[in-house]
């Protein structure tokens, strides 16, 4: 699913200090979709924010997406 | 040595302090700051505004642009017109930041044929979307909308000085919500007089705690207030 996984990665980068240090990964199984996101070091607290808001934020973006394209995702902050 | 100056909010301004404190890191007692506002409890639910403080960062800790975050987090809750307080018009890179980011977010969630408008809309920044699946934009309860919302406050305030909440709106969308949120207000007030007890309302975002605050107050017979935590943050109408 290219078009979740660029979704996660322009909303991780418009967060970050370090755009370039934005990687998604993506794993479909079946219609589920498994986006492992990493970031530098220094801005993991940016895209997870003040008691998860911020992941929070983002998950409830991208699930949005994928109920347009008819799959379930699940969105993994790898730190 | 680059100062950074750091508004925080909260009920008092010994909250706004100890928030300031776990915030960036400095003891309290080293904080050099600013009441902006000393806050006010407000009288019969009233009138209630957070306490505001400006705090000198000169640490800058590698966090400290994250506290966009804590600003909205504490913002339009139950505070006054006073609180945004914003000052002229927003300026024009904050106009295009938005836009371009906006964009970018609803391209890449994949909504058919949509357009973004931002203009200054005094108290706020307006970011109009239009799009043919609005329905999914705004999301159960408006819970994506205020999502994306929140992000970009969040995106274009790192890379801005704040100047005024963005505000995300989609066919109407916020106007409906205050019109169904305040006919509720209304209907659960009458219910908590005749019942003569206190009533609560269903969870609410600030935007909608706030419109409910100020649609209440001028009914002498009940008060308001807000209890419970994040997501279930709720108004409670009590009869006098």
Known sequence: MPQLKRLLEVLAQSLVDDPDGVKVTATELESTVVLELRVAPDDIGKVIG????????IRTVVKASAVRYGKKVIVEIVD | MNTEKIEF????????LDKASARLGIPREQLSYEVLDPGSAGFLGLGTRDARILVE???RTPDSRAIVEEVFAESGGETT?????PSGEASPEILKTT??????IVENMGLTSCEVEVYDAGEIIAAD?????????????????????YLLNVAVY????YEKKIVVDCEGYRQRRIEAVQSIAHRTARRSIKERRP???????AAERRAVHLYLKDNPKVTTVSEGRDENRRVVVKPL
């Open chain 1, 50 to 57: 003040k008691q998860g808001r911020i992941a929070r934020a």
């Open chain 2, 9 to 16: 909010h909260a009920g008092t301004v010994d909250e706004a």
């Open chain 2, 57 to 59: 960062n000169d640490a």
């Open chain 2, 81 to 85: 017109e006073e609180e945004a307080r």
């Open chain 2, 99 to 104: 836009r371009e980011q906006l964009t970018r």
């Open chain 2, 129 to 149: 979307v239009r799009c043919e699946e609005s329905g999914l934009f705004i999301g159960h309860k408006g819970e994506t909308i205020d999502a994306v919302q």
């Open chain 2, 158 to 161: 790192r890379r801005h000085e």
């Open chain 2, 199 to 205: 009533l609560k309302l269903p969870p609410m975002n």
